[in-house]
């Protein structure tokens, strides 16, 4: 099959696979939604009834999905009205992630020319040098554990959360330095907005089911945030060649549903329209074009991934080149 190209609406200069037209809205995804809503404040209101090593693991896998789910969001799905999707995703289950700005800097993240940047990636884990060796040792350290699967996953998980809100802080401060989201969202009204969405979920974890607010962070929003870095820690490194940027993760099917299959990655920044129940159909007619493109970047599962990585660095932490070089005929923008 051949797979023609348009611009993707949602991601500027980012290519995007167009498969087949859109229907108004995908019920496979609207409903898992709604079972996962339904799931969490079941399993949430079950927290005084069952014990914790119950409720716990369920909770993670369901804040998990959440995350998944707001991805799907992010992308355009499960319906074709932008603002019915915000409302199915906004609520933070996660507490400490406001959709408005996931969903900013996962679309930066998009522009394909400028993966893995140092500046303009958001989701980059690469340093300029000169920046890198501004640090002090312990930080040094400290991000150098985070490239293998371990470090991502056990110091990561806190890792993440600190640094989001100190750059968040920042924002607010006008000295965010990432070129592509500083000073572009009036990020006060995001979080005034988040912040009214936590009143009911912390009013329902608190009055409700009678859960102090530590034991859901602790033994549930950090988990979930680790199983998630599980799946970016190998999505991208650098190569000249933007889609040999971008991994494959396949036969990952106990971690690949729960993230809605995103482990195909290569496919996904192809074609980010396509709603995660069709993936794997997608996957297997184009599976060698891919790989092909991607330079044979590929894991035959997340096991690979932690047979690989576990205790081993997946990439150093300079960027090879410093920067991306400027795709031609368009500027780098540059850092505060």
């Not at 611009?7 to 037209?21: C, H, I, K, Q």
């Not at 980059?124 to 000169?130: G, I, V």
């Not at 980010?272 to 159909?281: K, L, S, V």
């Not at 092909?292 to 660095?313: M, Q, T």
């Amino acid at each position: 099959m051949t797979l023609a190209t348009t611009p993707e609406r949602d991601s500027p200069g980012a290519p995007v696979t167009s498969l087949s037209p859109r229907v108004p809205v995908e019920f496979p995804t609207l409903l898992l939604i709604l079972a996962d809503y339904a799931g969490w404040l079941a399993v949430t209101y079950a927290y005084t009834r069952w014990p914790l090593a119950l409720v716990a693991p369920v909770a993670v896998v369901l804040i998990t999905l959440h995350g998944s789910l707001q991805h799907e969001s992010v992308h355009g799905h499960p319906t074709r009205w932008e603002r019915l999707n915000r409302l199915l995703a906004i609520v933070p289950l996660s507490l400490w992630l406001p959709y408005e700005r996931y969903q900013h800097t996962h679309k930066a993240h998009h522009i394909n020319p400028r993966l893995t940047d140092p500046l303009d990636d958001p989701e980059s884990y690469y340093w300029r040098p000169e920046d890198l060796a501004r640090l002090n040792r312990l930080s040094r350290f400290l991000h150098r554990v985070q490239q293998t699967l371990a470090g991502r996953v056990v110091i990561g998980s806190f890792w993440r959360i600190g640094m989001f809100l100190r750059d968040e802080l920042l924002s607010l401060v006008h000295t965010e330095r990432r070129a592509l989201v500083r000073n572009e969202q009036n990020v006060g009204r995001v979080w005034l907005e988040h912040l009214a969405w936590c009143v009911p979920v912390v009013l329902w974890l608190k009055l409700v089911c009678g859960m102090p607010l530590w034991v859901y962070f602790v033994a549930m929003v950090i988990p979930a945030n680790g199983l998630l870095l599980i799946r970016s820690f190998a999505e991208h490194r650098w190569s000249p060649a933007v889609p040999e940027r971008i991994a494959l993760v396949e036969d990952s099917w106990i971690l690949g549903p729960l993230f809605l299959f995103n482990n195909l990655h290569a496919l996904h920044h192809a074609a980010p329209m396509i709603p995660w129940y069709g993936y794997n159909a997608y996957y297997r007619r184009e599976r060698s074009r891919l790989i092909a493109d991607n330079g044979g970047l590929i894991y035959r599962s997340y096991f690979d991934v932690a047979r690989r990585f576990l205790f081993r660095a997946h990439d150093a932490l300079p960027h090879p080149a410093g920067r991306v070089p400027p795709t031609p005929g368009r500027a780098v923008p540059r850092a505060a």
